[in-house]
């Protein structure tokens, strides 16, 4: 069965400080896709990131970086030199059979809220 | 470039009733997804249309039932509204014509309150 799981809740950290979201999945395809979204206060979900289950490579877009490991079936993000303006929610999500637009299997979210 | 619009943003209904959501997609998109989130969860698949016909369906009863129309526009219709349906509907588009990448993007959502 998929699944993902946001075992953090809740995190609260001060700005400037570092904060890693933890994500880990479950699937039997070998072929799939990890999604990260922003759910800020208005509601909207932003989209972050997609990962396609044969590139491991970690990637940095600004104070953004994940890290994908399938040995543990995981796929964290890490915010750096946190900003208040990155309160939000933040949504891991699963979708199976990369390519072909399948639904999204999304985790519970964590809710971030950077103090100032 | 407009992005997803839905309509009507906020909706109060008493149960029994029926509800229909609107969503627009995004320009060149051509596949509607629609989402249900209960306040504090993650949003939860009801279904996906291209060319007009349901693809994929979530676990959800057939009081929830979807039509998209040759614009790719959609509608979400909910009959005998329960209390239990009361959550914010968000709709997604996505590009699925040669091969698409998955990326779903997000309207403001529909925020249904059923009393």
């Known amino acids: 069965a998929q699944k993902v799981t946001q075992a953090q809740t809740e995190i609260s950290v001060v700005e400037k400080e570092d904060v890693t979201l933890d994500c880990v999945y479950e699937?039997?395809?070998?072929?799939?896709?990890l999604f990260w979204y922003k759910q800020p206060p208005s509601g909207e979900l932003v989209f972050l990131i997609r990962?396609?289950?044969?590139d491991e490579q970690n990637e940095i877009s600004g104070r953004y970086s994940w890290n994908f490991q399938k040995s543990t079936s995981s796929f964290n993000f890490t915010i750096t030199a946190s900003q208040v303006v990155d309160s939000a929610v933040y949504f891991c999500?699963?979708?199976?059979?990369?390519?072909?637009?399948?639904?999204?299997?999304w985790g519970l979210g964590t809710s971030l809220a950077v103090n100032p | 470039d407009a992005g997803v619009t839905q309509s009507p943003t906020h909706l109060i209904k008493t149960r029994g009733q029926q509800v229909t959501l609107r969503c627009s997609p995004k320009?060149?998109?051509?596949?509607v997804s629609w989402y249900q989130q209960a306040l504090g969860q993650g949003p939860q698949f009801i279904f996906q249309?291209?060319?007009?016909?349901?693809?994929q369906r979530g676990n959800f009863p057939d009081r929830f039932s979807g039509h998209q129309f040759p614009n790719y526009s959609s509608e979400l219709n909910v009959n005998a509204l329960l209390l239990g349906d009361s959550a914010l509907y968000l709709c997604?588009?996505?590009?699925?014509?040669?091969?698409?990448?998955?990326?779903?993007?997000f309207g403001p959502g529909t925020r249904l309150t059923v009393l």
């Open positions: 699937t039997r395809d070998t072929t799939y896709y």
């Open positions: 999500a699963l979708s199976e059979n990369a390519g072909n637009n399948r639904k999204l299997i």
């Open positions: 990962r396609n289950s044969f």
């Open positions: 997604a588009s996505s590009f699925l014509k040669r091969g698409g990448r998955n990326e779903q993007f």
């Open positions: 249309y291209y060319e007009e016909e349901e693809r």
């Open positions: 320009s060149g998109h051509d596949t």
